[in-house]
């Protein structure tokens, strides 16, 4: 088992940035692959940004491209999405996630992932 508590969300105005934070704790050896999703009220969870566990290629969804930032410590645990220039469309609970199983390629479809924290709110008003 993994455990994963996200940190760092919050209410901003337009053009701020936030970093959200994911600490894994438990099986982390386990970890492969660590991506961010987010879901808005009355939509479904769309995939943000992902980052396999013991390399340097990062993937971001078209939408946030050049605006956030994946990051990871492994010797922390932790992967980072660093947010600038929010728009209100980025107002959603953010989750970060883990997959396990290698793959050739980093999913970005929930079902590519079998852990997930608890979610932040980030909330950036116009």
């Known amino acids: 088992q993994v455990q994963l508590v996200e940190a760092g969300g919050g209410l901003v105005q337009a053009g701020d940035s936030l970093r959200l934070s994911c600490v894994a704790s438990g099986r982390t050896f386990s970890i492969y692959d660590m991506g961010w999703f987010r879901q808005a009220p009355g939509k479904e969870r769309e995939f943000v940004a992902a980052i396999r566990w013991g390399g340097p290629r990062t993937y971001y969804a078209d939408s946030v491209k050049g605006r956030f930032t994946i990051s990871r410590d492994n010797a922390k645990n932790t992967v980072y999405l660093q947010m600038n220039s929010l728009k209100p469309e980025d107002t959603a609970v953010y989750y970060c996630?883990?997959?396990?199983?290698?793959?050739?390629?980093?999913?970005?479809?929930?079902?590519?992932?079998?852990?997930w924290g608890q979610g932040t709110q980030v909330t950036v008003s116009s």
């Open positions: 996630a883990i997959g396990t199983a290698p793959r050739v390629v980093v999913p970005t479809t929930p079902r590519g992932y079998d852990y």
